[in-house]
């Protein structure tokens, strides 16, 4: 069993649709969470950074974290064209060091 | 523009050839690591380098060599390719110690034959 499962989708939604995407997780350790967005032919670029449980709200992105229910969530609000991407998740015990643990990655196709 | 580089973007090779993808950044990081990515698995690290000539092991090391003679780069070296290290490569840097800093690269899809 991978430590970090997420849905491979693909998830397509309407323009203008709210996006949900979540990872479970099996390591109670974990305590910082990061959503990673990636385009086509390009490397992951980091989207948000959460520590512990509750939200974290940057713009039209919205991360939750339940660590009761090892269970982590991205909201993007408002979707674009633009948001079509994998989305990654990524978990770790501690706050500094290499240690990242990755979700397989959901592809979101948002349509015009 | 602050970037992480790897050359090539696309190789296609044999078994048993050597090869060597190379990285570079111009930020001045200390840490590097170098990632595969696989459909369905996210990315799995193989190696990292915290500064010159201090580099350890990831997640997947087998069949990979790193070095770190400069700090600006990190090359990722395959000495005998097999077809199961067929897959996209990534080479990450970042400043401090902090695991959320990491740059990518814009990754080397590696098939070997």
């Known amino acids: 069993q991978k430590e970090v499962e997420q849905d491979p989708g693909p998830l397509s939604v309407p323009e203008g649709a709210i996006v949900s995407l979540n990872c479970t997780y099996s390591n109670s350790a974990f305590q910082y969470f990061m959503w990673y967005r990636q385009y086509s032919r390009k490397g992951p670029e980091l989207l948000m950074y959460t520590y512990s449980s509750g939200n974290k709200e940057d713009g039209r992105f919205t991360a939750q974290v339940d660590k009761s229910s090892k269970y982590i969530s991205l909201f993007i609000r408002d979707s674009q064209p633009s948001d079509s991407a994998t989305y990654l998740c990524a978990m770790s015990v501690g706050a500094a060091g290499n240690k990242l643990t990755f979700g397989g990655g959901t592809r979101v196709l948002v349509k015009p | 523009e602050a970037q992480v580089t790897q050359n090539p973007r696309y190789l296609i090779t044999v078994t048993g050839k050597k090869l060597t993808v190379t990285c570079s950044q111009n930020m001045n990081h200390e840490y590097m690591s170098w990632y595969r990515q696989d459909p369905g698995l996210g990315l799995r690290q193989i190696y990292y380098s915290m500064n010159v000539e201090v580099t350890d092991k990831g997640d997947v090391p087998e069949g990979y060599k790193v070095s770190r003679k400069e700090k600006r780069n990190f090359p990722l070296i395959l000495e005998s390719p097999s077809p199961n290290q067929t897959s996209l490569y990534f080479c990450?840097?970042?400043?401090?110690?902090?695991?959320?800093?990491?740059?990518f690269g814009s990754g080397t899809r590696l098939t070997v034959v």
């Open positions: 990450a840097s970042k400043r401090g110690q902090a695991n959320y800093g990491y740059t």
